[in-house]
């Protein structure tokens, strides 16, 4: 197991993507809720900006949503595409396929 950590013949970055994912959820939950929080403590000042800062957590944090699964699923693209190239690497060279599930 060591060797293969340290060989890079098999890349650990999806895994790492798929729990970096979750915390990044967590993170812009968090940051979405203190956001609506604010935004009850701004209308003991001002109602509308109070609503405002709440609407505008809420979409900032949706939006944010979208964007992270973006950025990971790029990530993801990188590490799935460089599998598929060792692959075809492989195929061509007429060694046994690569078939162990990252």
């Not at 609503?51 to 939006?63: C, K, N, P, Q, R």
Request: net charge positive; aromatic share 16%.
């Amino acid at each position: 197991m060591l060797q293969q950590f340290l060989s890079f013949d098999k890349l650990i970055g999806t895994k790492l993507i798929k729990i970096l994912y979750f915390l990044g959820l967590i993170a812009l939950a968090l940051s979405g809720i203190m956001g609506i929080f604010k935004g009850f403590g701004m209308m003991r000042f001002s109602f509308t900006g109070g609503l405002g800062a709440i609407v505008a957590a809420l979409i900032v944090t949706v939006l944010g949503f979208f964007f992270w699964r973006f950025m990971c699923e790029i990530y993801m693209l990188f590490f799935r595409m460089s599998d598929d190239l060792r692959d075809i690497k492989n195929h061509q060279l007429g060694n046994a396929p690569n078939d162990i599930d990252v």
